[in-house]
């Protein structure tokens, strides 16, 4: 089983200001990790992922996340937030089956709505 | 222009009524999926798709039914709605490249309402 915990349904934050978006996993196999990002009345984008490798993932618009196995972790973070950068922030994890692929079940958190103030 | 479509956008029904929400996609894409999306809920999987007649469980597939008959649609099938199954609804997909390692283009969802 696979399961997903934001640690914070909402954080607020000033312009120009860094922020971390928490995101705990549980899986007792290895996992590939999403971020997602939902503007307001829209559907979701991709922000970043992680498959293997490096364990600092950057993605679009300045955003970056880290891979932490032993702490099950992919927190999100961007050091200087824009007030268009106000939006719902889902991660999400799919776990591997034993030849390395996933096996295409998609477990998305509860999301963080992100609240940039000016 | 590359797309994921979903027909209707807005659905009020009532319950018992049987209701099918089309989801198209024009990018060849093998992986297709449905969520639901509820406040404080995030997303949750319904079914998913790998191929053509190939359909999996998501995590909350109670009272829904899917098909793949042909790669570019996935439609989701309520056969009696409740109105627990009141929610926003996105179809999605993707590639098929050694699993779900794609970018999921999103459909523009579905706002179900049963009554």
């Known amino acids: 089983a696979q399961s997903v915990t934001q640690l914070d349904s909402q954080v607020p934050v000033f312009e120009e200001a860094p922020v971390e978006l928490r995101c705990n996993y549980s899986?007792?196999?290895?996992?590939?990790l999403f971020w997602y990002v939902q503007y307001p009345n829209q559907g979701l984008q991709l922000l970043l992922k992680?498959?293997?490798?490096?364990?600092l993932v950057k993605g679009i618009n300045g955003f970056e996340a880290e891979f932490n196995k032993s702490q099950t972790s992919f927190h999100l973070r961007k050091p200087s937030v824009h007030i268009s950068d106000t939006a719902e922030y889902f991660c999400?994890?799919?776990?591997?089956?034993?030849?390395?692929?996933?096996?295409?079940?998609?477990?998305f958190g509860q999301g963080t709505i992100l609240t940039v103030h000016p | 222009e590359a797309q994921v479509t979903q027909n209707p956008r807005y659905l009020i029904t009532v319950t018992g009524k049987k209701l099918t929400v089309t989801c198209s996609q024009n990018?060849?894409?093998?992986?297709m999926s449905w969520y639901r999306q509820d406040p404080g809920l995030g997303l949750r999987q319904i079914y998913y798709?790998?191929?053509?007649?190939?359909?999996d469980k998501g995590d909350v597939p109670e009272g829904y039914k899917v098909s793949r008959k042909e790669k570019r649609n996935f439609p989701l099938i309520l056969e009696s709605p409740s109105p627990n199954q009141t929610s926003l609804y996105f179809c999605?997909?993707?590639?098929?490249?050694?699993?779900?390692?794609?970018?999921?283009?999103f459909g523009p969802g579905t706002r179900l309402t049963v009554l």
């Open positions: 992680y498959l293997s490798g490096s364990t």
């Open positions: 798709s790998m191929n053509v007649e190939v359909t």
């Open positions: 999605a997909s993707s590639l098929w490249i050694g699993g779900v390692t794609s970018e999921q283009f």
């Open positions: 899986s007792s196999v290895s996992v590939y």
């Open positions: 999400a994890v799919s776990r591997l089956n034993a030849g390395g692929t996933s096996y295409g079940k998609l477990t």
């Open positions: 990018m060849n894409h093998e992986y």
